[in-house]
């Protein structure tokens, strides 16, 4: 090896440790970046000419060092688990955060929810019995009546109102996951043309699978890296990004509660539904389609069986002309429960027609409380299951949440950057650099040494 060629080999090792703490530097630097994968110097020995000159043998021993780029320090499978976990754990988060809504709405147990102006309208058909002839007693039942019906119209109205919310609120997220996907397919057309001309691509490539892992999180996405650098993402097994291309998702159905139809995830092309299995979006097609309409349902249901046993009883009595008793409350929904009598006179508390005023339909009206298949029976039910089922999902989010923490905790563990490992690094990286600058300086002076000699 010429002294020429020891200059070089020396230039080559200096290069290779300046490359080496500016790296360092990067990592150090971006230590709080998130998405940031730490970065590590990919050299290689260069090693001798394996092809001899044609007058002479080649007698050198290795060309010193070669870099040949940077590489990014990650784990496919934890990325992939991760992309998994996220979209399970948003489902069951949002999950919860409907049911929290719901039992918010509904407001049990409480001095004035349903539950207890169902009880104080019993107990005014009490007052009635105790005192038929009297018309404070009708007056103030049918303001029961009257605060009872129009917190039924209440109830649903803000179910209805949180099916509104949520139906916004799935439009949106589903066009944030076209925007985010639209992201995706240029950052991989970026990072094919940067590996194709010799560029690095790691800081693109996190930034690309940043946005990869928000899929995941919306629309439980699962990212897969081609061998040109780019990632084709899918969702229920249809690719929404491959390479530069994506897909276009939009959402369907009813715009207003109560609708036949259910709320659905669409690809814009072709109009078949997306099989969105996780995330955010599959939590809240679950509250459009199933958990507020169910709730909406098992409330109607109440609400008729409280006018059609109130009305019945209603007819098995007499009023105060003496008439069969007529239709107490109208309406077969929450949403259009009302009381439908308009006077005092038309409360039929009495079993017997005149002139008995015997308060015997009034006291059997009041009765209907302890009913074990009645309105309030079922309503007691439907709080029940609404508190389990609050709580079972709560817990299963808390679960989920800390197998997120663990799959984030292991995928961290690889890909994020270390300062004791980074400040280890700075001094090998220095020494080298002290190292190379020795070894020019001492190629340096001996070949002066020679130059002297040749004069």
Known sequence: MSGFS???LGARALQAAQRGLELSGQNISNINTPGYSRQRLDQVAAGGSAVPAMWSQSQAYGDGVLVRG???IRDEFLEARAQQVRGSASTLTSAAATLRSVEGIFGEPS???LQAQMASFWSSWSDVANDPTSTAPRTQLLEESAQLAASFQRTSQQL??????TREALVATVSEVNRTATDVARLNDAIRSAKVSGASTSELSDQRDQLVLQLGESVGAVGRLN???TVTVTVGGTQLVSGSRTSELRVGGP???GGSAPVTVTWASSGTPASVSGGEVHGMTTALNTTIPGYTASLDAIAAK???????QQAAGYDRTGAAGKPFFSGTTAATLAVSLTGTNGIAASKSPPPAYDGDNASAMAAHLTDKAGPDASYRNLIVELGVQSQSASRQADVQGVMLRQVDSARLGVSSVSLDEEMTNLMSYQHAYEAAARFVS??????DSLMNMAR
């Open 227 to 229: 061998d040109d650098g």
């Open 160 to 165: 209805g109102q949180q099916w509104s919310g």
């Open 306 to 312: 409280l006018a059609s046993t109130v009305n019945a």
């Open 442 to 447: 001492v190629i340096d002076s001996t070949m």
């Open 70 to 72: 940077t590489e990014r």
């Open 111 to 113: 001095d004035t929810g």
């Open 255 to 257: 715009t207003v509660p």
């Open 6 to 8: 020891s200059l070089g």
